[in-house]
């Protein structure tokens, strides 16, 4: 899912690294009146394993690459789709940094269908079905936000004119409808440890 530079053109790269940094600085925001010396180290915690399930990946026709996301998780555990988009605009910095995964110039569009979307989308969803059934609402909360922000970025493609958007939105979201799977029962294990192990650390279950 990761947009390598000379996919998009200039201008569309420009436009979503400005809608993404400001969402990037409300983020930082939030994470100045949150993240306290006793969450950092869960945040840490999060962000390398994300970064090691984004290593796998996998090449999809007519799109970019398939791997799971982690933004709705980091959401559903700090109670805020703003932890999910500092999250991965740090993982994404650093892949694009130092591992070349992404581009510098693509990397607003990366933050904004990985972060942004995932964040809020998986955010939402688990917000709205939580009161029913925790792991049930977790799960839906880790699929819906690795499939639609694949669904994004395969419309980001299309808009720069990389590929047909039917034949886009066809390959990212078949692919990512069954990576959202694994990343939905990832998500809802997590959840289920914290949930029984530390449930003060699961923020999202302590709010309504």
């Known amino acids: ?18 809608i993404s940094l400001i969402f990037v600085a409300k983020s930082i925001m939030w994470a100045k009146n949150n993240l306290d010396e006793k969450s950092v180290p869960l945040f ?8 090691a399930i984004q290593a796998m990946n996998m090449p999809i026709p007519w799109g970019t690459s398939g791997h799971m996301v982690g933004s709705a998780l980091t959401a559903i555990v700090f109670d805020s789709p703003w ?20 581009g510098i110039l693509a990397m607003g569009a ?9 964040a809020f989308v ?25 499939f639609i ?19 886009g939105l066809m390959y990212m979201g078949l692919y990512h409808f069954f990576i959202g799977i694994i990343e939905g029962i990832i998500t809802a294990i997590v959840v ?12 999202s279950l302590n709010t309504q």
């Open 149 to 167: 922000a694949a669904i994004i970025c395969a419309i980001e493609l299309a808009i720069g004119g990389v590929f047909p958007i039917d034949k």
């Open 83 to 102: 932890a999910g988009i500092l999250m991965l605009t740090l993982v994404l910095i650093v892949q694009g940094v130092f591992f070349a995964d992404g």
């Open 192 to 203: 289920a440890y914290l949930k029984s192990a530390k449930p003060e650390l699961l923020k």
């Open 1 to 18: 899912m990761h947009i390598p530079d000379g996919f998009l053109p200039l201008w569309e790269s420009a436009l979503f690294w400005i």
């Open 122 to 146: 998986g955010y939402y969803v688990f917000k709205a079905l939580k009161k029913s059934n925790v792991a049930l609402a977790s799960f839906l909360g880790g699929w819906s936000a690795t």
């Open 110 to 118: 990366n933050i904004f269908n990985m972060g942004v979307v995932g």
């Open 44 to 51: 840490a915690a999060l962000a390398a394993g994300i970064f």
